[in-house]
């Protein structure tokens, strides 16, 4: 009998080769890669395009594309995860193999999370390779960016996960999901800024902190300002990076909004299963 890491990877190959042959992760690979190279050109294009403004502008550019672009991608992607699946009636027929509920679900969020690395790692990397020869931009900055990018848009694929779950049917989680992103990318700082004025800048910076922590794409540009120093420079934030939090604060705060949204949803999804009352 297969063991179950082996049974995980095949799961994970047949989701990531069903993403790759529909052409979806390409179709965004080319997207990300587009806006990334317009992005960094007219972000460079006020501060000229030789010497460290013209960098630190276009890194800037390229971590809010990241901020705003990976999450609706990830969300999106992952909307219709295992719902599909059962409303066209192949997850019963998966599930009649011998396999269990952990390792399906499993292998299904790995094939997926490969197929997003791939789509944002793959676009963002061949706009490096134009932007680093035109911009001169550190090539270890920008590996770390697309490192950081790829763990935000994980953390919004296991919430997508969680939400498509909770909605039951592809059209609902889609809609969900595309409220969840405007919330997350805009509602969301907008409120803080709110609440900011209305307090007349007196909220206390550990509350105002932990409000950050919140929102992945907050956490994702905290980590932005510690370790792609570039991006942080021309909005004048290097002073507040070296007074707050700790970069290893932040990456585990990340990393547990992978995992907290992927642990609630396979809990449902595996009561669900039980149930069969999946949708």
């Not at 972000?43 to 990976?70: D, H, I, Q, T």
């Not at 999450?71 to 997850?91: H, M, S, V």
């Not at 676009?123 to 770390?144: C, D, F, N, R, S």
Request: proline residues 3%.
């Amino acid at each position: 009998m297969p063991s179950s890491t082996t049974i995980i990877l095949t799961i994970a190959r047949k989701e990531l080769t069903d993403r790759l042959r529909n052409r979806w992760v390409w179709t965004v690979s080319a997207l990300l890669c587009v806006a990334a190279l317009a992005i960094a050109f007219f972000g460079a294009a006020p501060v000229g395009v030789v010497g460290g403004k013209g960098e630190g502008a276009a890194m800037a550019s390229l971590m809010n594309l990241a901020a705003y672009l990976v999450p609706l991608i990830a969300l999106i992607l992952g909307c219709g995860a295992i719902i599909d699946e059962k409303q066209r009636g192949t997850l019963d027929l998966i599930l009649i193999h011998p396999l269990s509920v952990g390792e399906y679900f499993a292998g299904t969020f790995l094939g997926f999370a490969l197929a997003l690395a791939i789509a944002v790692g793959s676009g963002l990397a061949v706009a490096g390779g134009v932007i680093g020869v035109w911009l001169g931009v550190a090539v270890g900055e920008y590996l770390v960016l697309i490192l950081l990018a790829v763990m935000l848009g994980g953390a919004f694929l296991a919430v997508s996960f969680l939400v498509s779950l909770l909605a039951r049917e592809r059209g609902r989680a889609i809609a969900s999901s595309i409220f969840l992103w405007l919330f997350a990318v805009f509602v969301f700082d907008l409120l803080l800024v709110g609440l900011l004025i209305a307090s007349g800048g007196k909220v206390p910076t550990g509350l105002f902190g932990g409000l950050l922590l919140a929102n992945p794409a907050d956490v994702f540009r905290l980590l932005c300002f510690h370790w792609v120093g570039s991006a942080a420079s021309p909005m004048g934030l290097a002073s507040v990076v070296e007074s707050g939090m700790s970069a290893g604060l932040l990456l585990g705060v990340l990393a547990l909004w992978i995992v907290v949204p992927l642990v609630l949803s396979y809990l449902l999804f595996r009561r669900r299963v039980a149930t069969d009352r999946l949708v």
